[in-house]
């Protein structure tokens, strides 16, 4: 094995574990602090959350994948690149601060939440779990194949919060305000171990370069549009939830919003294996193009049909497991957000596909279209149905997108009959039927015994064969190829 793909497997290593472990520990202490805080708290919490994260949003800027594309191109002298980026990352993060702090003056939220957004304000600046300055010292790591720092770091961050959230509400019981500072001051652990590793490596030239600031504006700016309108995507109902109803229906929705998101993982996981061929192909061999998304389509779209029909069966069993008995309502949000997931899932590798074809205006284009139809249906079913209403919104946005993306890829990449529907729906159909045999037993069994029966139906209908699962294991065994934009889409 050569030095560069020795590099590329340990450092996909530690991004793939990495990333599991953080999602676990995260997935079960949101559980335990919505269990521990209630459905009202834990939507304050929620809320104060969302409103910094869309602040996020321009400290990002997209200039942290426009220095990895940098970097790992060797355009210009490293020190001056990476001091420029610093300097105009720390004033995007004092405008978002000073903006986050003004605006939540003028929104109806009660005094303690404005307090939960002062002090969860300052994960602008340290925060391993939103957008932040940290993120730019993160850039020349990515760009040189040495993740395992920044991974171990946010590992660290995430057992630090593990560790004082268990200590906090069950040693010692604290309060909403206690939890808030611990998710921040969690974050500083890792951010100094972070800031410190960089600088005692890399050299930076803090010289105010004009020509460069503007040159790194102009590049980051589409992308910053794209992570606006796509992020905002994700964010806007749960702020427009706190808005027209209550934080008892903020509650609810994140509680079964933060079972869902984990999952997504799985998705984005697969396509950052095929991102790499499908940019090869696109640009010399388009038949091998073709093939190659619709083998990733027929085993994204599975997967995302087996998630969503399991979980929306049994969504009232999944949310009384995890949560308590309070947080009953949440079910009905779980059911229609987990089938939003199979749309997810498709809309992920859609990205991936456009990305490779250098379609990203028309994806950006899409985005705003989604957030405008988004914010429009919200505002007419969260003031009748709530958190209900919003999970309608959430999924009839991603089946919208979905549609486009569609349209899209039949005229603009004149790919056709990616898959065979009819079949699929069948498919699902007939497990969901099957789910009925399982409805009275341990919800663990049932998976497994689910899977088992996926398995056989997608045999039985021959959707997969043979020598497409052997050519998959192919593709995620083989990272080689173009590995930088490969950790770029990491």
């Known amino acids: 094995m050569t030095d560069i793909s020795s590099k590329i497997v340990k450092n996909s290593f530690f991004v793939y574990v990495g990333k599991i472990i953080n999602l676990s520990i995260s997935f079960f202490i949101f559980i335990h602090i919505a269990n521990y805080l209630g459905e009202e708290l834990f939507g304050k919490f929620s809320i104060a959350i969302a409103y910094i994260?869309?602040?996020?949003?321009?400290?990002?800027f997209g200039l942290n994948q426009f220095l990895v594309r940098e970097l790992s191109a060797q355009k210009f002298d490293q020190k001056q690149i990476l001091g420029a980026g610093i300097l105009f990352k720390l004033l995007l993060?004092?405008?978002?601060?000073?903006?986050?702090?003004?605006?939540?003056?003028?929104?109806?939220?009660?005094h303690e939440t404005v307090i939960l957004i002062w002090i969860i304000s300052f994960n602008l600046i340290t925060s391993s779990?939103?957008?932040s300055t940290r993120m730019v010292f993160e850039s020349i790591f990515q760009a040189q194949l040495k993740m395992k720092y920044p991974i171990i770091f946010n590992v660290i961050d995430?057992?630090?919060?593990?560790?004082?959230?268990?200590?906090?509400?069950?040693?010692?019981?604290?309060?909403?305000?206690?939890?808030?500072?611990?998710?921040?001051?969690?974050?500083?652990?890792?951010?100094?171990?972070?800031?410190?590793?960089?600088?005692?490596?890399?050299?930076?030239?803090?010289?105010?370069?004009?020509?460069?600031?503007?040159?790194?504006?102009?590049?980051?700016?589409p992308l910053f549009l794209y992570i606006m309108f796509s992020t905002l995507n994700t964010k806007i109902d749960i702020l427009m939830?706190?808005?027209?109803?209550?934080?008892?229906?903020?509650?609810?929705?994140?509680?079964?919003?933060?079972?869902?998101?984990?999952?997504?993982?799985?998705?984005?996981?697969?396509?950052?294996?095929?991102?790499?061929?499908?940019?090869?192909?696109?640009?010399?061999?388009?038949?091998?193009?073709?093939?190659?998304?619709?083998?990733?389509?027929?085993?994204?779209?599975?997967?995302?049909?087996?998630?969503?029909t399991f979980g929306a069966f049994h969504a009232?069993?999944?949310?009384?497991?995890?949560?308590?008995?309070?947080?009953?309502?949440a079910a009905a949000s779980f059911q229609i957000l987990i089938v939003c997931l199979g749309f997810i899932f498709i809309n992920f590798y859609f990205v991936d596909i456009f990305v490779a074809a250098r379609k990203q205006t028309l994806l950006t284009f899409i985005m705003a279209t989604a957030l405008a139809i988004n914010i429009i249906l919200n505002i007419f079913l969260i003031p009748k149905f709530g958190h209900i209403g919003a999970s309608y919104v959430r999924l009839f946005t991603y089946f919208f997108i979905f549609v486009l993306f569609n349209l899209l890829l039949y005229f603009k990449l004149k790919i056709r009959g990616v898959f065979e529907y009819n079949k699929m729906i069948l498919l699902t159909a007939i497990f969901l039927l099957s789910q009925i045999l399982f409805k009275n037993i341990n919800l663990l069994l049932a998976f497994i015994l689910s899977v088992f029966v996926f398995g056989g139906l997608c045999l039985i209908f021959k959707i997969i064969s043979i020598r497409e699962v052997e050519l998959l294991k192919r593709i995620l065994q083989n990272k080689k190829t173009n590995f930088k934009e490969t950790i770029i889409k990491s």
């Open 241 to 308: 939830l706190s808005s027209y109803k209550g934080d008892a229906d903020v509650g609810y929705f994140s509680a079964a919003f933060r079972l869902v998101y984990p999952l997504i993982f799985l998705s984005t996981s697969f396509s950052i294996s095929l991102f790499p061929l499908l940019s090869k192909y696109i640009e010399n061999n388009k038949s091998e193009f073709t093939k190659f998304v619709k083998i990733g389509f027929k085993f994204i779209i599975l997967l995302g049909v087996f998630l969503a």
């Open 93 to 110: 993060t004092i405008i978002a601060l000073i903006i986050a702090s003004i605006t939540a003056q003028f929104f109806n939220y009660s």
């Open 316 to 329: 009232k069993k999944i949310i009384l497991t995890l949560y308590v008995s309070s947080f009953e309502p």
């Open 53 to 60: 994260a869309t602040f996020g949003i321009l400290v990002n």
């Open 158 to 221: 995430n057992l630090v919060f593990a560790a004082l959230i268990i200590v906090f509400t069950v040693i010692y019981p604290g309060n909403l305000i206690t939890i808030a500072i611990i998710y921040v001051i969690c974050n500083l652990p890792g951010a100094v171990m972070l800031i410190y590793k960089f600088f005692n490596n890399i050299s930076v030239s803090f010289v105010f370069d004009c020509s460069m600031i503007k040159y790194i504006f102009i590049e980051s700016f």
């Open 129 to 131: 779990k939103l957008q």
